[in-house]
């Protein structure tokens, strides 16, 4: 790309799962792309380090950004991974209830997930349960037959092909640290000072999306986010765990709570658990499995503690502090920050994955 100048109608900085899928929703409506990407490849920030759960869209605030495109998202996923042949499983989840005071707690999951459309969801007594999950210990339990999961890296690379094969450009390695906003839209610098001119900016770098707008020239400070770190560790089980649907508890103030979730190879795995961190590290912790334990026996008494050792971690990003953050998704655009064709988007935590295709086609039919 050196020394010359390119107009694309929009840059999507940041190839993680939603970056990829917003690049391929636009170049799907014929404009011109460029997707850029700082690592060597694509989905090795937050895509690549989760649950790889489709969720079903049960928890979130009815009119939330996250319910929303969450139902939408997860029937676009199942779909795309039917049409594109990706692997996925929709394996059932229960949500338990191990506890008479979580009785309240249960109904208002249940209803709430009503209120967003999930009509399949169905309240389990003790003997349901247990004719499903005969070593799960609860009074009772949510059977949510919809969520299941998903090869999210071979999905990722399919969005990658399918953009390229629509013209789309991706280039990795690639950081810009200059976004200049004209009349014309904005120019913006590569590391090789080479100047590229697009109509339309979108701020995708999960984890980096506040850094990122330190970056943009005039972007009126008062609107730049507070991104905290919230880090989840998984933690492997060295027998076979025997489960063959996803097992959660009621969800805590923080998240879902330590759940239990198999990948397409059957292989389980707990958490993630939280942790609120000040840098992007993914360090494993020893420690941490005590308390982990004590999660995963409320569900599952017969679970040996010597068994369990960490794995890997992911780290969530939340606007604003550990004492008070903002539990939705934030689309911030120009009636927020008052500079045509940029959108940042913060907060793009679970259920991201599941919502990825719906956040796409929202933003490509509402900021054309
Ligand atoms: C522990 C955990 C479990 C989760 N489980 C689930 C789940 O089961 N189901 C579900 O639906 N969702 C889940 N999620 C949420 C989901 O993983 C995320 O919402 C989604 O992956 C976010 O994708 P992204 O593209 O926004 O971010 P990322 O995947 O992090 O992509 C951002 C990209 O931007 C790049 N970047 C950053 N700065 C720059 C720059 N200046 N220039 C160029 N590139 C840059 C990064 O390198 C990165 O590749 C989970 C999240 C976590 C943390």
Request: aromatic fraction near 8%.
């Amino acid at each position: 790309m050196k020394s010359e100048k390119y107009d694309f109608d929009l840059i999507v900085i940041g190839a993680g799962m939603i970056g990829i899928a917003i690049s391929l929703a636009y170049s799907k409506k014929g404009l011109k792309v460029l997707l850029v990407e700082k690592n060597s490849s694509f989905g090795t920030g937050i895509s690549s380090r989760n649950s790889e759960v489709i969720h079903a869209g049960i928890y979130y605030p009815k009119d939330s950004l996250k319910a929303k495109f969450c139902r939408r998202g997860m029937k676009l996923l199942y779909d795309y991974c039917k049409q594109k042949r990706i692997a996925n499983k929709k394996v059932g989840k229960l949500i338990v209830q191990t506890s008479s005071c979580q009785e309240n707690k249960l109904r208002e999951i249940y209803k709430n997930g009503l209120a967003n459309g999930c009509n399949e969801l169905r309240v389990l007594d003790q003997n349901d349960l247990n004719k499903l999950e005969p070593e799960v210990k609860g009074l009772n339990a949510i059977w949510s037959p919809n969520t299941g999961i998903v090869d999210s890296h071979s999905c990722m690379e399919t969005m990658i092909l399918e953009f390229e094969k629509e013209d789309g450009i991706v280039v990795f390695n690639e950081f810009l640290s200059n976004i200049d906003p004209t009349n014309a839209g904005m120019e913006c610098s590569l590391s090789d000072s080479t100047i590229i001119r697009t109509k339309k900016l979108i701020n995708s770098t999960g984890l980096q999306s506040a850094l990122l707008t330190h970056c943009i020239k005039g972007f009126p400070k008062e609107k730049i986010m507070q991104i905290s770190l919230c880090k989840g560790t998984y933690f492997g089980y060295s027998k076979p765990v025997p489960f063959s649907h996803l097992v959660y508890p009621i969800p805590n103030k923080e998240g879902l709570g330590i759940h239990y979730t198999l990948d397409l190879n059957s292989e389980g795995r707990f958490g993630p658990d939280t942790e609120w961190v000040h840098n992007e590290n993914y360090d494993l912790n020893e420690a941490r499995t005590e308390q982990a334990f004590i999660e995963i026996r409320k569900y599952w008494p017969k679970c040996d503690p010597s068994k369990l050792r960490p794995i890997y971690s992911g780290i969530r990003p939340k606007i604003g502090t550990k004492n008070k953050f903002h539990k939705d998704f934030m689309i911030q655009s120009s009636e927020q920050h008052n500079i045509p064709g940029l959108i940042n988007l913060f907060g793009i935590d679970s259920p991201g994955l599941t919502s990825a295709l719906a956040l796409a086609e929202y933003l490509s039919d509402h900021y054309i």
